[in-house]
């Protein structure tokens, strides 16, 4: 991609390769089909604008060289006319098989809205309408916005005052083109923007677009309860909906960049976002709880009423007049022709209209939207495909040790466990099976520092690499994918190698870069694709959080008790659990701390591995697993609990009741919520061993999930 920016002699250019590309999609900017969206399988994704219109032979050269797209060229002409829902996607949603998020995303990038402009921003419903209670009661209809009404019809006295200016205006022998309930849009490059201030480099576009300083703090986005207020039913020109960040991005409500927004009439300085009281001033909480809103049953019976309204049959035409969901026609990109666009004066109105107010996202459906498959559950309520499959966690007090073992290893104790669908592979320590197929395994620790692959189904090795002999003794490895080994050891470096491997025959096992930041041995490394991560721990006392993709540093978690012997990263939450001895951390991905416990008084109980549950990361029944010494499986959860004042007892709660203290504004004396982890569990083969807490069990070396996880 050639990027000729100002002030520069020569174009900047970017390269990524056809093999990391997964998928392609023609995209509008401007009104125009000029433009082409590539998704990478990192996740990252590359908007390309054509201005000389040749989208359409870069989609075909695309086609023809990448395997993930070839055998679409013929379908070009029909991606290009409209943007039609995959029957699977829909059938999956309606057996619960996606989540409503994952849904909606889909939806979104049909109907081409993407995170590369914020003229055509993704668009998620309000989902929650009550920001003021302490206990958050997901089961009341009462919790919940109207997902059938658009936002301007949420309250009744502001709907009348639409519906007046909707017949104001078919009375009037002016322009009848502008009749329309909306003269701005529930999404805009501004609304965007001011919901992601507090991040760069969206803080630098607000300024922008602001004209170069921030907006009135009372006008800033600054409380989710006035912001809900101001959509739902104080102010006759916000009818905004929300972005995706807010089920799944807290940093967005937190002013980490120490931004200085000025301050409110009464004084108080305008920083972090203040959230509704049942969050417990926890932004992760608000996060998890408003995701959990959004898969609730509630919610997912009424979906498809919402999807109506924004990519469906009541987007336009008289269903959009009955539904009282109508907006300024320069906002409808698809009602302008060629010819129309082609008058500067048209155009460059429209461009204005579409730049400060938003534009509507391509309509899918014409039809209304099935809804999402229920049945009565046990009690005769409706409830969703989703919540009836039950993952172990859900019923810690049912689980027992199996009688016998699964697998025997007779060369030393167990190093990786790895569940597939239909078996449970095991190998022993200093090895590593390599995804995704994973019948091939990485060895390490000989005498001589040579590393070797093997097969997993024969078990014999079939090749010897030499390669980590000038880095030292390894001690640990790790492999997010099936081309990158990253290893470490008494060097104290962590290496990342370029593997390649074809037919049980190592082609090449190249360094591709080194990573200094630490001081003693490394014992402990684990990389994950999803977060583009790697984290290594060590004897230092410290781990290093390192870009998976730029291979950089990013942060360190600070000091712990002693050295780092275990850790583990959710997929799904991005949250990090590091382990020190008998002492137990956990910390957001950007190295905050949220909670920390001594386990164990006895140095027998020094964790040795640990995991996360990852099944609906919104549910607060995921638990931390850890193994130790001592031989015991120990299950915990996250509780949050209200920090006691003189004359008050103090209250515990878990995640699944959400119980809060007093608004953030309130008096600063009021109570605040701590985060902290409680065991839920202890898992022994022998549980009469467990009570005397005997010296001769085997430890727990390694830890594994079914993929079901039930």
């Known amino acids: 991609m050639m990027n000729k920016e100002k002030n520069v002699v020569s174009p900047s250019c970017k390269r990524w390769s056809y093999d990391d590309i997964k998928e392609a999609n023609f995209m509008r900017f401007l009104l125009e ?6 998704f990478l399988k990192n996740g990252t994704s590359v908007f390309l ?24 060229v013929e379908t070009v002409l029909n991606v290009r006319k409209a943007a039609t829902v995959e029957k699977t996607a829909l059938i999956k949603w309606q057996r619960g098989e996606i989540s409503n998020f994952e849904y909606l995303m889909h939806l979104n990038t049909l109907a081409g809205r993407t995170y590369n402009d914020l003229m055509q921003y993704p668009v998620f419903p309000w989902i929650i309408a009550d920001f003021e209670s302490e206990t958050l009661d997901l089961s009341s209809p009462a919790t919940f916005r109207d997902l059938s009404k658009p936002m301007g019809a949420q309250n009744e006295k502001r709907k009348e005052k639409f519906i007046q200016r909707y017949n104001e205006v078919e009375n009037n022998d002016g322009d009848l083109s502008a009749q329309c309930h909306y003269c701005t849009h529930y999404s805009s490059a ?77 004084g108080t300085p305008l920083d972090d976002v203040v959230l509704p009281p049942w969050a417990k001033g926890d932004p992760q909480e608000f996060i998890r709880v408003h995701r959990e809103a959004l898969e609730s049953d509630y919610v997912s019976a009424r979906l498809h009423l919402w999807i109506d309204l924004i990519f469906g049959y009541k987007q336009q035409g008289p269903p959009a007049v009955e539904a009282l969901n109508t907006f300024h026609p320069y906002f409808y990109t698809d009602k302008h022709d060629r010819a129309s666009m082609k008058d500067p004066v048209m155009k460059s109105t429209v461009l204005g209209y579409i730049s400060n107010f938003g534009q509507m996202p391509k309509q899918l459906f014409t039809k209304p939207h099935p809804s999402r498959t229920s049945h009565k559950g046990t009690a005769g309520k409706e409830t969703s495909v989703s919540s009836q499959i039950t993952p172990f966690f859900f019923k810690l007090d049912k689980l027992k040790p199996s009688a016998q073992a699964i697998k025997e290893l007779t060369l030393g104790p167990v190093g990786q466990i790895v569940c597939r669908e239909k078996d449970v592979l095991v190998v022993e320590r200093n090895k590593l099976l390599i995804p995704p197929q994973w019948n091939t395994y990485f060895s390490w620790g000989s005498y001589d520092q040579t590393c070797s692959f093997g097969s997993y189904t024969v078990e014999k090795s079939f090749a010897v690499c030499e390669s980590l002999s000038d880095w030292g003794c ?18 104290t470096v962590v290496c990342v190698w370029d593997v390649s491997i074809s037919k049980d025959k190592l082609k090449h096992m190249r360094l591709k870069q080194t ?55 959710n997929d799904l939450t991005g949250e ?54 001592d031989g015991i499986v120990r299950i915990w959860k996250t509780e949050y609990t209200r ?36 065991l839920c569990r202890e898992l022994n083969r ?25």
């Open 33 to 38: 089909d000029n433009a082409l969206e590539i």
């Open 49 to 72: 604008v054509f201005f000389n219109n040749d989208h359409v032979n870069a989609y075909k050269r695309l086609c023809s060289v990448v395997s993930s797209l070839k055998g679409r």
């Open 190 to 266: 501004i609304i965007v923007a001011s919901y992601l201030v507090r991040m760069e480099p969206f803080s630098q576009t607000f300024l922008h677009l602001q004209g170069g300083s921030f907006d009135v703090p009372e006008r800033m986005f600054h409380s989710i309860q006035n912001e809900w207020d101001s959509a739902s039913k104080d102010n006759m020109s916000d009818v905004r909906e929300l972005i995706p960040e807010f089920f799944y991005l807290p940093d967005f409500l937190v002013n980490s960049n120490q931004f200085d927004f000025g301050c409110m009439q009464d």
């Open 474 to 491: 390894t001690v640990c490895a790790a492999c997010p994918n099936n081309s990158t080994i990253i290893t470490a050891g008494t060097s």
């Open 515 to 569: 990573l200094y930041g630490h001081t003693d041995t490394v014992t402990c490394l684990i990389a994950s694709e999803a977060h583009s991560v790697i984290i290594s721990g060590s004897v230092d006392q410290t781990c290093i959080l390192w870009d998976l993709e730029d291979l950089s540093y990013i942060t360190q978690l600070p000091e712990h008790s002693s050295a780092v012997s275990a850790l583990a990263i």
């Open 576 to 629: 990090i659990v590091s382990c020190a001895g008998t002492h137990l951390y956990l910390w957001t991905m950007k190295g905050q701390l949220l909670a920390s416990l001594n386990t164990s008084c006895r140095p027998e109980g020094n964790i040795l591995c640990c995991c996360f549950t990852q099944k609906y990361e919104w549910d607060p029944r995921n638990v931390i697993i850890t193994g130790s010494a």
């Open 643 to 678: 920090a006691q004042l003189p004359g008050h007892e103090e209250c515990s709660v878990s995640q699944g009741h959400v119980l809060s203290s007093a608004p953030e504004e309130a008096d600063s004396s009021s109570p605040k919520w701590e985060r902290h982890l409680v």
């Open 686 to 710: 022998n549980q009469a061993a467990s009570r005397r807490r005997c010296k001769n069990i085997p430890a727990i070396t390694a830890l594994g999930i079914s993929r079901k996880q039930q």
